[in-house]
């Protein structure tokens, strides 16, 4: 498939200069779509055109740490966490004066997503997001798990390491290309698509991101001070009462499905678990058709009462 063609915009909020993409009629509803690590918004690509084309208002950020998106302060704690990422997403809607948006995300992007749905739901029009519940547990994160779930988070025990830091410094793109190939196993990809995305690594202060974000969801590492609400917020496990649709790659070599679905009673509202056949993590990249369908529905079924 072609790289869509795209231009970047920048806005300013409190913390960042956000680089994003924008795509159908300005006057459209507003869609926002948010990647998750290690990925970047040519995830969206096909998914984006396809909403564009309805007539949607389609905004795709690059997340903090990834692409043109920059910290404005020099000083600036380099946080990963969270609540970074959600706070994020509700500055940039507050720049871009939207009260109100339909939220697509995964893994990163999935967990702001939520986070916005479940403690600021006047802003969430519906929600689809990869992988369900995607807000942290981080009390219970130092928790052992089963064998064969702890070995595939390898890689943020890795990066839990001054080894892991020094590892991701030197060699970002190729740990990125390992954790594409083990996490969508039965996906192809070419080297020109995963170097469009890769570029987005060789942002300054994606080392210090990554790394702050995979600590701090295990509680080895600090937050960012001001945050401290939000987190507080996020561990009382809060529920999710926006009409939601959860995607679920059937053949996601991190975060595959399970057999029960143990996040039902997270979601108060309206809530629908599709497990997607031979799907890996990037669920937007590699079921773009399913990822609008899915929004799509929500959609359609908001117009219908």
């Keep these: 498939m072609p790289a869509l063609a795209v231009e970047i915009h920048r806005v300013a909020t409190g913390a960042l200069e956000i680089a994003y993409e924008a795509h159908g009629p300005p006057d459209g509803d507003p869609a926002i779509l948010l990647h998750g690590f290690p990925y970047d918004p040519r995830s969206f690509d096909a998914a984006a ?51 109100r948006a339909a939220l697509v995300g995964y893994d990163w992007g999935g967990r702001a997503a939520c986070i916005a749905a479940a403690l600021w739901p006047e802003r969430v029009r519906c929600l689809v997001t990869g992988a369900g519940y995607a807000i942290q547990d981080i009390a219970a994160a130092v928790a052992p798990q089963a064998p064969e779930t702890e070995h595939r988070l390898w890689y943020q025990y890795y990066f839990h390491t001054e080894r892991g830091r020094a590892g991701l410094a030197a060699n970002r793109r190729e740990i990125g290309r ?19 995305t890769a570029a987005s690594f060789d942002n300054p202060d994606f080392v210090e991101i990554v790394i702050h ?16 609400p939000i987190e507080r917020a996020l561990a009382r496990r809060p529920p999710i009462a926006v009409p939601t649709i959860a995607l679920w790659g059937a053949d996601d070599g991190v975060t595959p499905p399970p057999a029960l679905d143990a996040d039902a009673d997270r979601f108060t509202g309206r ?35």
Excluded: K, N
């Design 271 to 305: 809530y629908e678990r599709r497990i997607l056949p031979r799907i890996g993590h990037d669920i937007p990249g590699e079921a773009p058709d399913a990822t609008v369908a899915a929004l799509l529905a929500l959609l359609v079924g908001e117009a219908g009462g």
């Design 49 to 99: 055109a396809a909403l564009a084309g309805r007539g949607l208002r389609v905004l795709v950020p690059y997340l903090r740490g990834f692409g043109p998106t920059r910290l404005r302060a020099p000083a600036a704690m380099r946080s990963g966490q969270q609540a970074a990422v959600a706070r994020d997403l509700a500055d940039f809607m507050d720049a871009l004066a939207i009260p």
């Design 178 to 196: 390992l954790l594409w190939r083990l996490w969508s196993p039965t996906r192809r990809f070419d080297a020109a698509a995963y170097d469009r």
């Design 213 to 228: 974000s995979y600590r701090h969801r295990f509680g080895y590492a600090a937050g960012e001070p001001a945050l401290e």
